[in-house]
């Protein structure tokens, strides 16, 4: 080789070296419930950074790639995110900062605005690494506080000093609240050079190697959120010694399904110990006295479909949902919670668990047991028996086989059998192999339109609910189940609003579901509701989705006109979307007063409740809410919700939704407190309350989703 030759090859080999060396790799595992279930790598090179996301779980899961360009404050003023969304929707994302201004197109929205310098842009489809890029600038920002695009800001709050791993291999990090991003807050692990360690939750992100720190991590996260709810609680849970007295106020009644005009009623110790007619009615000095101002009083609202957490509780108690029906979970975090909410340590409605069994799959989902044979299932039933669960929920993976032999031992303890139809099973076979109720009405409806062979454990248990465009309801097929359902009495959790929110969702719009409350919400939520969950080809995709949509809709009518019992549910936890939920029951024909009892009294009694709860009447304990209008006429008045009752604790929407960073939606009513016996921690009334438009429920500058099944 020349002397020439060996010149270039050495500069050659020093350029590759500096480049290697320039080169940084993170690698990040996604873990649940133990198991690895996604990854992140993110590969930097100078201000250039490429992430490379996946997730797959239970069948879905997003899986992109994104390129970053950051300048020197650690801004990006590049960004592309390219992909699939969990149920596969395209993901075509892009940001980028120039001459003097930035302008983003995303599934939500496009814009451009002038800013002299880079702003922080908030990704509508990112990868968990984005909020450590997020914190990160905003450690570098003053008061760790800064606007964003496309609206609102970012905050950040260090919260205490935690070592990840064991012995020399052990990290030091700093545990962060990153608030502002959606309704709840997120909390990050930075190490100390100030880069992503970790995302806690029940799935947590962490960095590669420290996956045996899972549940530590996953119990660091549970743990910083319960002390922020413990902080709201004892800010919005108002309590008093003396008797409640609600004055003028409509009561509905689940019998005759109207409502009685200018009762009032009277509360003590979580008990209601008396209803009368208002024109009789005292005001004793020593009762605090609430102006109902003829609102209606309606005994709390039930999801029968939910997946709680530390966060869900006070967004259902703020909707009038003061019962729900957990249909999957991780059992210890669950047994936990509903502990502490009995308790009043936090806010939340009352939980009435189910005991989740999935099948081992590469589709599995990640909640409650795995048996791994019969005889473990059977086990794994009565522990749930042993615990109070009411009932055991099948899943996907489940084989078919085995659904007898669980849901016979589930009614040889007094417990129900529920669930999805198991991948290669129908409606028809779980209904005689023994369960009550069938979870979902798309998993009624797919064994009309699915063959045999079609595997739902995919995403194709949602999409292929298109197919129901063309679907006979008068066909022996359809008669035939409806028939099994009647000879067994058995029941739908029809959870129909996320069929809506699937099917009809389309990038850039707002669903109609959604428009009531929307533009209250935080902007990264706001976004992120209006984008499609689905690919849509062309024109007669959409028709298709559309048309197959009213066909759900039409199988609803049908059912109730058969008599066969529907629960009301969501898969959600923001208690908007239970609102949504009654409102498609009223548009399948059914009147708003049936509507607003089968949501009531109707869970509570086919739950054995009903001695205590579901209706407002003396000695039941003190479970409603207090709406503006008349739900009993016209069921889109839940959604203006002046005050809730749960146990005989006092709660206001507006204090949940201002400590929740949302704009509330309806004004407490007006209370008078006796002079001296008022509880010391409450004396306040709830117009005078400490809470302001320009205040939340964490202090004077502090802030406070997806297809479950």
């Not at 209904?431 to 998993?443: A, F, K, P, R």
């Not at 850039?508 to 919400?521: C, K, R």
């Not at 054995?608 to 000695?619: A, F, N």
Request: with cysteine.
């Amino acid at each position: 080789m020349s002397s020439k030759h060996l010149g270039l090859a050495l500069v050659a080999l020093c350029a590759w070296s500096a480049a290697a060396k320039a080169q940084t790799v993170e690698r990040f595992s996604i873990i649940s419930n133990n198991e690895k279930i996604g990854f992140v790598v993110a590969t930097s090179n100078g201000r250039t950074i490429d992430v490379d996301y996946a997730v797959d779980d239970n069948g879905r899961g997003p899986k992109h790639k994104e390129h970053l360009v950051l300048n020197e404050a650690g801004i990006p003023t590049e960004w592309a995110i390219d992909g699939t969304s969990s149920m596969g929707g395209g993901v075509h994302e892009t940001m980028r900062f120039e001459n003097g201004a930035t302008e983003w197109s995303a599934q939500s929205d496009k814009g451009q605005v002038a800013t002299p310098s880079p702003k922080l842009y908030v990704a509508n489809d990112p990868s968990p690494y984005s909020s450590g890029l997020y914190a990160s600038a905003l450690l570098k920002a003053p008061g760790n506080t800064l606007d964003v695009l496309p609206a609102g800001n970012l905050r950040l709050e260090k919260l205490r000093e935690v070592e990840v791993g064991d012995g020399a291999d052990a990290v030091a990090t700093d545990a962060y609240v990153l608030s502002g991003i959606d309704m709840t807050p997120e909390f990050l692990l930075l190490d100390r050079q100030g880069k992503f360690f970790a995302m806690l939750g029940r799935s947590v992100v962490m960095r590669e190697g420290f996956e045996k720190s899972f549940t530590t991590l996953r119990d660091l996260g549970e743990q910083l959120s319960l002390e922020r709810l413990q902080q709201v609680q004892t800010k919005i849970a108002h309590r008093y010694e003396a008797p409640i007295r609600i004055r003028n106020v409509r009561i509905f009644d689940p019998k005759t399904k109207k409502t009685a005009d200018a009762m009032s009623v009277v509360v003590f110790r979580g008990r209601i110990t008396t209803i009368e007619p208002d024109a009789t009615a005292t005001n004793p000095s020593d009762e605090v006295i609430i102006d109902g101002q003829g609102g209606t009083l309606v005994a709390g609202l039930h999801d029968m479909h939910a997946h709680n957490s530390l966060w869900s509780g006070p967004f259902y108690l703020a909707a009038g949902v003061t019962t729900t029906r957990d249909m999957g979970n991780d059992n210890t975090v669950l047994l936990d919670l509903m502990k502490r909410i009995d308790a009043g340590e936090l806010p939340g409605p009352s939980i009435v668990p189910s005991g989740f069994l999935e099948g081992r799959s590469p589709y599995s989902a990640h909640n409650g047991f795995i048996p791994e044979s019969i005889s473990e299932g059977l086990r794994n039933v009565d522990w749930y028996g042993d615990r109070g669960y009411i009932q055991i929920k099948i899943y996907n993976s489940m084989n078919p086989d085995w659904v007898a032999p669980f849901a016979a031992e589930a009614k040889r303890i007094g417990m129900r059998t529920v669930g999805h139809v198991p991948a290669f099973d129908n409606p028809d076979r779980v209904l005689t192999d023994g369960y009550n109720e069938v979870t979902h009405i798309n998993q009624l409806m797919l064994g009309w339109l699915l063959s045999p062979e079609e595997d739902t454990r995919t995403p194709l248990r949602l999409t292929g609910m298109a197919r129901a465009a063309t679907l006979d309801l008068n066909s022996a097929r359809v008669r035939k189940t409806i028939d099994l359902f009647k000879n067994k009495n058995a029941g739908l959790d029809t959870t129909t609003v996320i069929l809506e929110r699937l099917m009809l969702s389309r990038a850039g719009t707002v669903q109609t579901g959604d428009q009531p409350y929307l533009d209250h919400a935080p902007i990264a939520y706001q976004r992120y509701r209006k984008r499609s969950f689905v690919n849509i080809k062309d024109a007669s995709e959409d028709t298709q989705y559309q048309r197959a949509f009213d066909k759900i809709i039409q199988t609803m009518t049908l059912l109730h006109k058969e008599g066969i019992k529907m629960w009301p549910g969501t898969d959600d936890t923001t208690g908007f979307a239970l609102h949504r939920e009654l409102e498609l029951y009223a548009r399948a024909g059914i009147p708003a007063g049936e509507v607003l009892r089968i949501a009531t009294f109707d869970c509570d009694q086919y739950m054995s409740r009903d001695q205590l709860y579901g209706s407002i009447e003396r000695g039941k304990r003190a479970d409603f809410f207090l709406t503006v209008g008349d739900p009993s006429k016209d069921i889109s008045a839940v959604r203006q919700i002046r005050m809730v009752m749960k146990d005989g604790v006092i709660y206001f929407p507006r204090e949940i939704y201002q400590a929740l960073n949302i704009k509330p939606f309806a004004a407490p009513p007006s209370v008078t407190e006796p002079a001296k016996s008022a509880d010391a921690g409450n004396k306040r009334s709830a117009a005078a309350s400490a809470f302001s438009s320009t205040r939340n429920g964490f202090g004077d500058d502090e802030d406070a989703h997806e297809l479950g099944d």
